[in-house]
């Protein structure tokens, strides 16, 4: 008899896959296609290759607050040996460079204004005369105040070459010295030319790694959203973390690159020595290109064109990098709600770090402060970051 047919037995079904939180391979696919992407966009690969060592030799030259070859000239009225040696002891120092004497206080006035001259000196009769009697000569001298800072500059070498020029000839042709209440010598640390490059190019070094590594991060994650490839994102198992910090790596060892390279062009080229340890300053700089590509992703996160992430990027590190982290003025001197942000910005803290191994030869011990720092504001750029990306269509 012929056998029941039997049902097949149920296939039972398959267990849903289960996908790791997190996983590296997910991440570095990531780096890679940003990496190839960078290659493929010559622009963007200039300005992360190049950009930074372009703009330190800008940044580097153009920010200067030496005072010197300032045109000056002199209103003669005594045309004696010693008023001509007065004038070349202002011509002779490195601040000034003279020009033709002034015929009168009206041409002083129009060469002034005209920008022709920073400084006239007029040289009254008898200033030979009181000298050698004795008496002390009096002078006028006229500064172009414009600028404040540069003319408190001016003023104080005038004083110091007219007190030094008054002491030799009292000392040269009358035997005598001049009477002080007391005497005072001037001596700077770390610095003894009081020269604006040393101070600058480490100075420098942060405002650039902050700048453009900030900026790609925020472009290559706007750059997604405008192309519509970041709907991988959403309809993928790619967590938020690997998204963005595949997006990060790539930039981030491309601006240590770039540290490396103006590191070298601030010793060779600019010839200012890294006097402490490298090492220590390499590690401040990986803390510190973290926090950098990790604003330029929080910026991107509520940025949709690249124009606006380029926008909010340089609005939200380069002016309060200038205006607060000491670049120029010490945030000592800041007030109010400037001296707070200066306080916790990172670049205020990688600033101290660069300019104190650079000039003053410190190690990490001595600016264990500004490491600690910057080693807390890493996970709290990146988190923001991760929390503000959405992972789901809009």
Same mark, same amino acid.
Request: aromatic share 6%.
């Given at each position: 008899a012929p056998q029941p047919a039997t049902a097949p037995a149920p296939v039972p079904a398959a267990a849903p896959?289960?996908?790791?939180?997190? !996983?590296?391979? #997910?991440?570095?696919?990531?780096? !890679?296609? %940003?990496a190839l992407e960078l #290659?493929?966009?010559?622009?963007? =690969?200039?300005?992360?290759?190049?950009?930074?060592?372009?703009?330190?030799?800008?940044?580097?030259?153009?920010?200067?607050?030496?005072v010197e070859d300032l045109p000056f000239a002199v209103l003669d009225g005594d045309d004696t040996v010693l008023s001509h040696d007065y004038a070349l002891q202002i011509a002779g120092s490195r601040y000034f460079i003279e020009?033709?004497?002034? =015929?009168?206080? *009206?041409?002083?006035?129009?060469?002034?204004? *005209?920008? %022709?001259? +920073?400084? *006239?000196? %007029?040289?009254?009769?008898?200033?030979?005369?009181?000298?050698?009697?004795?008496?002390?000569? @009096?002078?006028?001298?006229?500064?172009?105040?414009?600028m404040p800072t540069r003319a408190e500059t001016v003023r104080g070498y005038v004083q110091a070459m007219h007190l030094q020029w008054l002491a030799t000839q009292a000392r040269e042709r009358l035997g005598a010295t001049l009477a002080a209440p007391s005497s005072i010598e001037l001596r700077y640390r770390y610095n003894p030319d009081v020269r604006s490059l040393p101070a600058m190019v480490p100075a420098v070094i942060p405002l650039l790694l902050l700048m453009i590594p900030s900026m790609l991060a925020a472009l290559s994650v706007v750059r997604e959203k405008e192309l519509g490839s970041i709907v991988n994102l959403y309809v993928t198992p790619v967590t938020r973390a690997e998204f963005l910090l595949g997006k990060q790596l790539p930039y981030v060892l491309l601006a240590m690159l770039n540290f490396v390279l103006m590191s070298v062009l601030a010793v060779t080229v600019f010839g200012v020595p890294i006097s402490g340890s490298f090492l220590s300053l390499a590690l401040a700089a990986l803390m510190f290109v973290v926090i950098a590509t990790g604003f330029g992703l929080l910026a991107s996160t509520f940025t949709n @064109? /690249?124009? =606006? *992430?380029?926008?909010?990027?340089?609005?939200? @590190?380069?002016?309060? +990098?200038? /205006?607060?982290?000491?670049?120029?003025?010490?945030?000592?001197?800041?007030?109010?709600?400037?001296?707070?942000?200066?306080s916790v910005y990172p670049a205020t803290h990688f600033l101290t770090i660069s300019r104190g191994i650079f000039a003053k030869g410190l190690d990490a011990a001595d600016l264990a402060p500004s490491y600690w720092a910057l080693a807390a504001t890493v996970p709290v750029v990146l988190g923001l970051a991760l929390v503000l990306l959405k992972k789901q269509e809009r």
């Open positions: 896959r289960r996908h790791a939180w997190f !996983s590296l391979r #997910r991440l570095l696919s990531y780096s !890679s296609r %940003e #290659r493929r966009d010559p622009v963007r =690969a200039t300005l992360a290759l190049l950009g930074t060592a372009i703009l330190m030799f800008i940044v580097g030259y153009g920010i200067s607050m030496d020009k033709p004497p002034l =015929a009168g206080h *009206a041409d002083m006035d129009r060469r002034m204004r *005209a920008g %022709e001259i +920073a400084l *006239a000196v %007029e040289i009254p009769p008898g200033f030979e005369r009181d000298l050698l009697h004795g008496r002390t000569p @009096t002078l006028g001298v006229w500064i172009d105040g414009a @064109t /690249q124009v =606006a *992430a380029m926008f909010v990027t340089i609005i939200g @590190t380069v002016l309060p +990098a200038v /205006q607060f982290s000491g670049l120029i003025h010490p945030t000592s001197s800041l007030e109010g709600l400037g001296r707070v942000i200066g």
